[in-house]
């Protein structure tokens, strides 16, 4: 069972596990200027929310060495993915801003023995109102 499919990424302990889930939401804020005061702020609405995920995927253990590569083949599609975590929780459309990958505890070919990955979403957002 997966822990979140993201679009047809599944996201797995066997496989590419992630570690953390951080998930962030901002509210804009507008300085509006007054004659001879400080300016007031006027709420504008909240941001996109974001979420990252880290996690350690152990190559050679299963899944293999393609599987960083494979999210990086989502998000050059730009496409917004469904995101559904392992409880059946529908998280809506995401998309992929960044993928980050780092390597270490190489073979003697220079394979690595554990890849650390990181992926950064944002909130595709609605488009009725």
Known sequence: MPLMALGDY????????YQSLERGERYRWQAQDRLGRRPAQ????PDAPEIKLDGVIYPYHRGGLGQVDAMRAMASRGEPLDMVDGTGRVWGLWCITEVTETQTHFHPDGSPRKVEFGVRLVCYGEDTA
């Open 10 to 17: 599944r996201f797995e302990l066997g496989t590419a596990a």
């Open 42 to 45: 006027q709420f504008t609405g």
